[in-house]
Each structure stands twice: as C-alpha cells, then as structure tokens.
Antibody, heavy 121, light 110 residues
Framework: EAQLLESGGGLVQPGGSLRLSCAASGFTFSSYAMNWVRQVPGKGLEWVSGISGSGGGTYYADSVKGRFTISRDNSKNTLYLQMNSLRAEDTAVYYC??????????????WGQGTTVTVSS | QSVLTQPPSASGTPGQRVSISCSGSSSNIGRNTVNWYQQLPGTAPKLLIYSINQRPSGVPDRFSGSKSGTSASLAISGLQSEDEADYYC???????????FGTGTKVTVL
C-alpha cells in the first residue's frame, strides 16, 4: 500500500526558513511525479509545487515562486520542500501527494496526513 | 484566489441527489481533464473522481462526474450521511502552468 509521511513542520518567524520532508513507501517512488499542496485551517486547498519523477521538471504556484524549492532524493524515497522568506500567509497544513503520472500533474491519488507550518513572531 | 469557482455549500436529505458545479475557463477545464477530491472532517483529501468521470477503486458508483465546455459537475446520488464533507474540483491550468483547485463546496446531509 502506498503511503506518504510528512515531517519538518513547526513554528518559524517571518522571514525564516523551514524544510519539509515527505517519506514515501509502498511504491516505486522514482516513477511518479510528486506534489505539495497546502491548506490554511478552515480554508480551501492550494497547490504549491510539483516535481517530475526524475526531478528534472519543477513547477510552482506564483504565490511561492522564488521563495520555495521542491526537490527529491529518489535513492531515499523522499520529497522535500525548502521554504525561505516565510510569510504569515504561508501558515498552513502542508500535504505531499503522489501523481500517477511521471511528468505533469494529472491527478493526486495518494496523500499524506499533513504537517503544520506556523509563521509567526 | 482560485480560478475555479464552486458554490460554497450544498445540502440534501438521505437518498436525494446533490450536484456541485465547478466553473473554470478555456485555460483549465476547457482544455484539460477535471478531478474531484473529497475531504472528510479532520482528514487529508482523497481522490474521488479523475479524468472527468472515472472513479478510483473503492469509490461508490453513487459519485459521478461530467464536463461541458469550461464547466464541470459532480453528482452524488442516493446521498448518505457519510458523504458529509468538503468537495473540491481541480484541473491543470495552461496559462498559470500550475494545478488549480476549486473554491470548495461543503455538502451537508440534513
């Protein structure tokens, strides 16, 4: 059974940095694109970033472009999200999600349980 | 600010049919496939419908999807109490070069 487990969330000051991790198991990690999606508590879903199976293609929402970097280590079956210059509006639950396609976002068929990021002084 | 618009709420009594609309544009729904996600209270989202009208294994056939032009719809027939959740449409947007979610619809079973 495919499973995703996020970690790395926490409290950080505005302007600070944080790196999220997502450990994958139960499937051939390198064969699939991966994504980060966030949700402000009580609000809707927002796609943040996606990366192809090889790591060669990356995509970002305009709201995080230039501040966040998505990456993956296929030898460790792990997805990352490096978040810099954090703002209060980045406060959210961050989910990692698997795509059944190798390259682009087609659909998100497996989701982790989420990790909470709070940006506050 | 989402580019896919959904009604904030929908409701029905057990056994009724409920329909949720998702309005987009030519750069997203108009040229790409549509997916629907269900988020039960306090849980992570779950893929409910993909490629407009396909159900992943385990999703009851009470759930169905359709698309016409730049809009899509999710229908729940034979509404059950366990269907009470938030529902989101989503699609790739060629102009934004990103994946966009709808504003979300909260379904209440009366």
């Amino acid at each position: 059974e495919a499973q995703l487990l996020e970690s790395g969330g926490g409290l950080v000051q505005p302007g600070g940095s944080l790196r999220l991790s997502c450990a994958a198991s139960g499937f051939t990690f390198s064969s699939y694109a991966m994504n980060w999606v966030r949700q402000v508590p009580g609000k809707g879903l927002e796609w943040v970033s996606g990366i192809s199976g090889s790591g060669g293609g990356t995509y970002y929402a305009d709201s995080v472009k230039g501040r966040f970097t998505i990456s993956r280590d296929n030898s460790k079956n792990t997805l990352y999200l490096q978040m810099n210059s954090l703002r209060a509006e980045d406060t959210a639950v961050y989910y990692c999600a698997k795509d059944p396609d190798f390259v682009l976002v087609t659909r998100l068929d497996v989701w982790g349980q989420g990790t909470t990021v709070t940006v506050s002084s | 600010q989402s580019v896919l618009t959904q009604p904030p709420s929908a409701s029905g009594t057990p056994g009724q049919r409920v329909s949720i609309s998702c309005s987009g544009s030519s750069s997203n729904i108009g040229r790409n496939t549509v997916n629907w996600y269900q988020q039960l209270p306090g849980t992570a989202p779950k893929l409910l419908i993909y490629s407009i009208n396909q159900r992943p294994s385990g999703v009851p056939d009470r759930f169905s999807g359709s698309k016409s032009g730049t809009s899509a719809s999710l229908a729940i027939s034979g509404l059950q109490s366990e269907d009470e959740a938030d529902y989101y449409c989503a699609a790739w947007d060629d102009s934004l070069n990103g994946y966009v979610f709808g504003t979300g619809t909260k379904v209440t079973v009366l």
